[in-house]
């Protein structure tokens, strides 16, 4: 006896730790529930006032939703490590090219290491790395290490930034944690602007300061490339009578689709901005340019007097005067007139003494302000800048202009990002779902306890309060470590409320065996206990390794299932062996339980 | 109550109308998962999937005409949901295009009627060859860890046995899934990663039923000569007859509740869990024990047992 007062006292504080744990939650829900009650806000506000450390102490530790229940987004971003590997490589010529080209390709369906996969490349053509990166005297496995670690860091950067940019923007509670050698895995309940979100994070923030060249230089790059098509033999002979459309540009001359104004502007109708984006991207396209300058497109377009959209096309300077890395203090205000948003931004000391003299020396002349390829705005030089102030405009609308802030405040992201696997639950969706999880719950508990009482009778009900006592223990466990419940975990509960009772069944009908054969029911219980235990522990061995490795693999949702699983099957053990044990021994020592009591 | 009253079967003398029966059932399996392939959703194929739900009812035909004329490829089916429909196309890199194209179309060709995107998930090609992978070695550490601890548990007649039977399960299912996918709208029967969980749910449940079979024959066998060994298996196997069913049968109801009331997203879990159950049960007494036996009977050597 001494044995089960001890095994008594275990049971009464799992089951106080239990409900301390699942308290919060059940405060917490009360108190949103008053607050929703009430009639007016200014008393809603009142009470949320009043009750202000209450109401944060209990949302704190409740029991957390999964996105899929509460509405959310759950992103796996990459980073694109060719993009970092190709900053790295200098003196890129066209073999360099090709094989980068050819690396790319057969790496978009493996999650192979791109790092790897470019040197087992080389190496199968018989190049040295050190021809394109770092120095040329270190061996490829030192420049292997190094692309590697420039990798891994920038996996952390990323990440580091994308943390940034998600604080700012304002997002209770976001996970943001890395995957393997590139992958990013961000969640973030209950946003409701996804467009939006998703431009946050996507955008690279690569700031750059360029020198526009002289209209005349402009004028001579545009008609090479113009020649350069006309000689082209892909451009189908009958496309110049075809109507413009503004699906099928594609298959029109480049001339067609650029115009000079009389002051030297070069533009592009809004409808052939994608495709002249990417004809001005072609390699072929690029090496015909003067050395050192590329063509840019205007980020945003101008409105003629009819109210035709169309965008200027710059020729710049390659190399920046300035990137965005010296940048410290990014606003998002109103300009002079008061009505064109505009990011105003201060620069470091270094940044700023290079400012001063950059603008110095330009004086009369343009600097394109160039952000992730596209330019913003191209002012013209009036005077030095001495205090590093700079400014970007051209921005359509105020919340582009937060988001700039925000993107420039956190800094560049190292190389682009994509994004591979997007899943958005919307809020009305994951009301539904928890109606259908709580339904789900309700009868499978009713289902399973009424069974267990028909069938077992007395015994059935012992069975049924170890069930119980095993919810709130799997409940309790997911919101005292902070998991969050998702569908499939729900699923998962309930699944263990019908692989809970089957340890009382077996130790119930062995029971049953043994009073058969005679036995007394003090006997036949503890040789029911005893025999049947051999097999639930079995059982349960193979159940929670199963759940095991289905949480080492699985993703999101389905770890939320594997958890729950092993969190019911592993408290199974303890409630129904030790819980009813201990139940069967009191109620047989009172007399309550006789050999009819088993069913 | 009770079910099963003393019951008398003679299981080892029919187990080869089982085998029939089991290789029927994989084969017809086998063949349709060479010919018609598995119907895989978007975690194992990539695409993309948007849940659109109205406010009123709509009829699928005319939701299909508007999205098809909006140029957006795709299949359009009814959602097991009411008022909702699902919509299936390539992966687009970007979801918010896709959404803002959908929703316009609807707004401008169904008036009246206002339609809500709900859900979108969108799976790129190399994380869903990633997942795929991932899901087979995951179901091989499982068989493979089961066979270990089995093996060590028992020995390894019955370990071999217990994981053929496993074998069996989850290649019936699968064989299953294969006939049936794509023939109902309110459960279509994908293999997705929540089948992938019902397979591991599966492979460790169906031992569970096999275990409780065994170590009734490993505790009635000890000191018996081999030419008792028929009459004990049979013996072990309908003694342990009702808990080996009672046990599946407390979680049918688990299961059948899921499948009615946990909606559309849960049902192929459901569905599969169910058919892994009823095939487990069945298997753990018309393979696993039978096959032991056989083996035994051309080993001649006694058993030799472990464990407790």
Redesign the interface.
């Known amino acids: 006896m001494k044995n089960n007062q001890f095994k008594l006292i275990l049971i009464v504080v799992v089951a106080l730790v239990s409900v301390w744990s699942i308290w919060p939650t059940y405060r917490d829900h009360e108190l949103s529930t008053r607050l929703s009650s009430f009639r007016s806000s200014e008393d809603s506000l009142k009470f949320a006032i009043d009750h202000r450390t209450e109401i944060e102490q209990a949302r704190d530790k409740s029991l957390k939703l999964g996105l899929d229940l509460r509405g959310g987004m759950h992103l796996v971003m990459e980073v694109d490590l060719f993009d970092l590997i190709e900053q790295k490589a200098w003196n890129k010529d066209a073999r360099f090219q090709q094989i980068m080209a050819s690396v790319r390709s057969s790496a978009t369906n493996s999650g192979a290491n791109p790092v790897e996969l470019l040197a087992t490349e080389f190496k199968k053509q018989n190049i040295p790395l050190s021809r394109y990166f770092y120095d040329i005297r270190n061996s490829d496995q030192e420049i292997i290490d190094k692309l590697n670690k420039e990798a891994q860091d920038s996996l952390v950067r990323a990440k580091e930034i994308i943390r940034n940019r998600i604080d700012q923007y304002g997002v209770a509670e976001p996970l943001i944690q890395t995957q393997g050698a590139r992958r990013i895995i961000i969640e973030l309940s209950g946003v409701t602007d996804e467009t939006r979100v998703r431009k946050l994070l996507k955008g690279t923030a690569k700031l750059e300061f360029k020198l526009v060249r002289e209209p005349e230089a402009l004028l001579r790059a545009i008609e090479s490339v113009n020649s350069m098509q006309a000689q082209a033999p892909s451009a189908p002979a009958d496309s110049a009578k075809a109507p413009v459309t503004a699906s099928r540009p594609s298959g029109r001359k480049l001339s067609e689709v650029i115009g000079v104004m009389k002051n030297g502007l070069v533009f592009t109708p809004e409808y052939a901005r994608d495709y002249v984006a990417s004809v001005l991207n072609r390699e072929d396209v690029r090496a015909r340019l003067p050395q050192d300058t590329e063509l840019l497109l205007a980020a945003k377009p101008e409105l003629t007097e009819k109210g035709e959209k169309y965008y200027p096309i710059y020729l710049v300077k390659k190399t920046p005067e300035l990137t965005g890395g010296v940048i410290t203090e990014a606003k998002a205000t109103f300009g002079s007139q008061n009505v064109q948003p505009e990011v105003s931004m201060s620069m470091n000391d270094e940044g700023t003494s290079k400012w001063a003299r950059i603008t110095g020396a330009n004086i009369g002349k343009q600097i394109a302000i160039v952000l992730d390829g596209a330019v913003y705005s191209a002012p013209v030089v009036q005077s030095r800048i001495p205090n590093g102030n700079s400014v970007i405009n051209g921005i359509s609308g105020l919340d582009e202009a937060k988001d700039l802030e925000i993107i420039l405040k956190a800094g560049a992201l190292p190389a682009p990002v994509r994004i591979l696997e997007e899943r958005t639950v919307g809020p009305s969706l994951g009301s539904d779902y928890i109606r259908a999880g709580l339904l789900s719950m309700i009868w499978g508990f009713a289902a399973v306890a009424i069974f267990m009482i028909i069938y077992y009778n007395k015994a059935g009900l012992v069975a049924d309060s170890a069930l119980v006592l095993n919810i709130l223990v799997v409940i309790s466990v997911l919101a005292g470590f902070k998991a969050s419940l998702s569908l499939p975990g729900i699923a998962g509960i309930v699944l263990t409320m019908g692989m809970a009772v089957d340890a009382n069944v077996l130790i119930y009908e062995r029971i049953r065996e043994e009073l058969a054969e005679g036995k007394s029911l003090k006997s036949a219980v503890e040789a029911g206990y005893n025999r049947a235990f051999s097999s639930i522990l079995d059982s349960h061995v193979t159940t929670l390794a199963a759940a095991f490795l289905l949480s080492q693999f699985g993703v999101g949702p389905i770890q939320g299932f594997a958890v729950t699983l092993m969190i019911g099957t592993g408290a199974s053990l303890f409630t129904a062996i030790v819980v009813t044990r201990v139940i069967f021994d009191l109620l047989i020592g009172s007399g309550f339980m006789n050999e009819k009591s088993f069913g | 109550?009770?079910?099963f009253q003393k019951t008398n079967f003679n299981f080892i003398k029919h187990r080869r109308i089982a085998y029939v029966v089991s290789l029927l059932l994989l084969v017809t399996g086998m063949i349709s998962l060479f010919t018609k392939g598995l119907n895989y959703g978007i975690d194992f194929k990539g695409g993309s999937e948007v849940?659109i739900?109205f406010q009123k009812s709509v009829d699928v035909g005319s939701v299909r005409s508007v999205i098809d004329q909006a140029g957006v490829r795709g299949s359009v089916k009814q959602y097991g949901?009411e008022r909702a429909v699902l919509l299936r196309t390539d992966y687009h890199?970007?979801?918010?295009d896709l959404?803002?194209l959908i929703t316009r179309a609807l707004a401008a060709r169904i008036p009246g009627n206002a339609a809500?995107?709900?859900?979108?998930?969108?799976?790129?090609?190399?994380?869903a060859?990633?997942?795929k992978w991932?899901?087979i070695?995951?179901l091989g550490?499982?068989l493979i860890?089961?066979l270990l601890?089995?093996s060590v548990?028992f020995e390894i007649k019955f370990a071999t046995a217990g994981v053929i039977a496993i074998f069996h399960d989850v290649l019936t299912v699968l064989g299953l899934f294969s006939i049936l996918g794509g023939l109902f709208d309110f459960m279509p029967l994908e293999v997705d990663?929540?089948i992938?969980?019902a397979f591991?749910?599966i492979?460790?449940?169906s031992?569970?039923d096999t275990?409780?079979v065994y170590?009734r024959i490993r505790?009635r066998i000890r000191g018996q000569k081999p030419s008792e060994y028929e009459r004990i298996f049979n013996e072990s196997m309908n003694?342990t007859l009702?808990?080996t069913i009672?046990?599946s049968?407390?979680?049918?109801?688990?299961?059948?509740?899921?499948f009615?009331?946990?909606?559309p997203?849960?049902r192929g879990?459901?569905f599969a869990?169910f058919a892994g159950i009823v095939v487990g049960t069945y298997s753990s007494i018309f393979v696993a024990a039978p096959i032991v036996f056989d083996w035994q009977q051309r080993s001649k050597a006694a058993i030799k047992l472990r464990?407790?």
């Not at chain 2, 049968?249 to 059948?256: K, N, P």
């Not at chain 2, 009615?260 to 909606?263: K, L, S, T």
């Open positions: 109550m009770r079910l849940v739900r949901m890199g970007e979801s918010a959404k803002g809500e995107i709900v859900s979108i998930q969108a799976v790129g090609p190399s994380i060859a990633d997942m991932s899901a070695k995951a550490a499982a860890g089961i601890y089995v548990r990663q929540s992938i969980a591991l749910t492979a460790g449940y031992i569970t275990v409780v170590d505790e003694q009702s808990r009672i046990t049968g407390t979680i049918m109801i688990s299961v059948l509740v899921l009615i009331f946990a909606g997203a849960i879990f459901a869990m464990g407790a």
